[in-house]
């Protein structure tokens, strides 16, 4: 080729670049995709996870471009949608459900070049971490400002599956309210799902016919709450403030807090920084929150209530430091002893004060 020729060529080439808009130079927007257990709704599990994503969205502008999928159920579905994500380009894979810690690590597997998260799990692997919060510091609050409160002595709790983060909940609850009131004794119903409001309202009347006048829940829907304004009987609503289900009797709620963790995980990923380290934060992190108390509680308990969290706060306080007896009076941990992650994440058993039974395996 001449050099005249090449010349020509080479000033086409560059008046065709100038004629382009600055938006074809832009990078592409790293694509994120999102598995949640149940539909978004104005509250819940999900609601929270997607107020999150939505503030990572904000934060992050057009770096970013994430998708969802609800309702997907704990099983082949959920492998399918996870699989979908990763072979369609996301660069990210949030999967927002303990019964989806498998199919994550299979999918992992086959797209190393994905990072995948997955929340309230404890396995990981080189392109997939884990992450929760530590509801049970909620909990524990929860629970003694129910201990305080109470006229009949019985808490009700409606439970989704006996896994250990729900009976990190069970027994935090159980252990605030004993903390303040040795009598109380707390009744546990499973409902076997995670979002099923007939059955959650049905396990809710069932402990309120059972004398319970506290409820709280942990299921992804408003039932318990909605259940419990309905038969003027106190609650704490969990995952969001479910007041205006329960305007008069919604004492409070452990409500949870994703948007920073994600807006610092998408940031880490897309920077190089990431890595698979898991993550498990509580009130000092932000990651859990009280919502504002019912004017119904009283003001001395509201003081107790924040005193606790703060105490939490400064790491001066667990609400699993020993003694922890369980049910049949077995020392699970010995006096002034602090129950570390590793073992809280295998909780299998309920505690002292707690008076119905774990299921047992078929």
């Known amino acids: ?40 709704g104005d509250a819940g599990w999900t609601f929270q996870h997607d107020q999150g994503r939505k503030e990572m969205e904000a934060a992050l502008g057009d770096r970013v471009q994430s998708r969802y999928v609800e309702s997907v159920a704990e099983g082949a579905d959920a492998e399918r949608v996870i699989r979908e994500f990763a072979a369609s380009g996301s660069k990210i894979v949030f999967a927002t459900s303990f019964g989806y810690m498998n199919y994550v690590e299979r999918v992992a597997r086959q797209f190393p070049q994905v990072t995948f998260l997955h929340a309230t799990g404890y396995k990981s692997g080189k392109n997939f971490g884990n992450y929760n919060a530590r509801f ?16 009949s ?61 506290m409820l709280t829940h942990h299921t992804d829907s408003t039932a318990t709450v909605q259940a419990a304004e309905e038969k003027s009987v106190y609650s704490f609503a969990y995952h969001s403030d479910m007041s205006k289900y329960g305007p008069k009797t919604q004492l409070t709620a452990t409500t949870h807090h994703w948007g920073a963790f994600y807006i610092k995980t998408v940031n880490a990923v897309l920077d190089g920084s990431w890595k698979p380290e898991p993550v498990w934060g509580g ?18 308990v509201q003081a107790m209530a ?24 077995k020392e699970r941990l010995a006096a002034s002893a602090v129950m570390d992650d590793a073992t ?19």
């Open 136 to 151: 049970y510091e909620g909990r524990y609050i929860n629970g003694a400002i129910a201990g305080k409160m109470t006229k």
């Open 153 to 213: 002595n019985v808490l009700g709790y409606v439970g989704a599956f006996p896994i250990p983060e729900v009976l990190q909940g069970i027994n935090a609850f159980t252990r605030g309210a004993r903390s303040v009131n040795p009598n109380v004794e707390v009744r546990v119903i499973w409902v076997n799902s995670w979002y099923d409001p007939g059955k959650e309202r049905d396990a809710a009347m069932t402990l309120i016919s059972q004398g319970a006048d």
């Open 306 to 329: 924040k005193g606790l969290e703060k105490r939490m706060k400064a790491g001066t306080f667990h609400p699993f430091t020993g003694p922890v007896l369980d049910q049949s009076g």
């Open 1 to 40: 080729m001449s050099h005249r020729r090449q010349f020509i060529l080479s000033s086409a080439a560059l008046a065709l670049v100038a004629s382009l808009p600055l938006s074809a130079f832009a990078q592409e927007p790293a694509k994120l995709g999102f598995v949640y257990v149940s539909p978004i």
């Open 283 to 300: 009130f000092k992190e932000d990651m859990i929150r009280l919502a504002p108390f019912n004017p119904a509680v009283p003001a001395d």
């Open 344 to 362: 809280l994440g295998k909780m299998d058993y309920f505690v002292q004060g707690v008076s119905s039974r774990l299921p047992t395996a078929r």
